[in-house]
């Protein structure tokens, strides 16, 4: 049996992802496969992803992944990245697509009115660049992390989530927003361990142990 299974839907740096559980978790079985069953059988699911929300949605969909994925995100430990953390909302404003409609809440663009630091400068949108990530909650997937360790980010929209419980993460950018969530087997964040050095392979590693 397959112990963790990375999604391939056509988006996402699947190689650096790879390579980077590979590195923590030299024991386990792992594959990049845009094969349902496949996803299905395996004990645990990575689901990466970069770029545009309408189109994450229409390949899940077209290459039958859709059913998969969503069933995974209900019941094996599951863990998100950047399009994997916003499909799993209501909807995005990026093009007003549905999401899975597992966690309440939705996904915004930065607010451009806002984007200013408080001596006046401009940021720029993307946000793109290494920043400090508070814990929000005491996590397993958090562990051997220090709090406000940095994460490598580079995303346009960020979730917005009633459910306050389930923040496991924020960040500052240059308001405060959601960057990680988690409830029950779902583990999901906006920035990109793959490329976080040290923190990011730790809370790789502590995925691949995690017993939810």
């Known amino acids: 049996m397959t112990d963790i299974a990375i999604v391939d839907y056509g988006m996402g740096n699947l190689r650096s992802v790879h390579k980077a559980l590979e590195h923590v978790a030299p ?78 809440g939705k996904v915004v663009h930065f607010p451009e009115p806002l984007m200013t630091t408080t001596d006046g400068q401009k940021l720029k949108v993307p946000h793109m660049g290494w920043n400090q990530v508070h814990q929000a909650s005491d996590h ?31 960040s500052h950018y240059p308001m405060p927003f959601t960057c990680a969530v988690a409830k029950n087997n779902i583990f999901a964040v906006q920035f990109h361990p793959e490329k976080s050095q040290s923190a990011g392979l730790t809370l790789l590693q502590n995925f691949s142990r995690w017993i939810p």
């Not at 697509?97 to 966690?103: E, Q």
Request: aromatic residues 8%.
């Open 140 to 170: 397993p997937l958090w562990e051997g992390i220090r709090d406000d360790a940095r994460f490598y980010f580079v995303h346009s929209y960020y979730v917005e989530t009633p459910d306050a419980a389930s923040i496991a993460g924020r």
């Open 27 to 104: 024991s386990a079985s792992i594959v990049v496969t845009n094969d349902p069953c496949e996803v299905e059988k395996a004990q645990r699911v990575v689901v990466p992803g970069q770029g545009a929300m309408r189109n994450c949605m229409r390949e899940l969909e077209t290459r039958g992944l859709r059913q998969a994925v969503v069933k995974a995100a209900q019941h094996k430990p599951f863990l998100g990245i950047c399009l994997g953390l916003q499909m799993l909302f209501e909807e995005s404003e990026e093009g007003d697509i549905k999401g899975f409609n597992i966690l309440p």
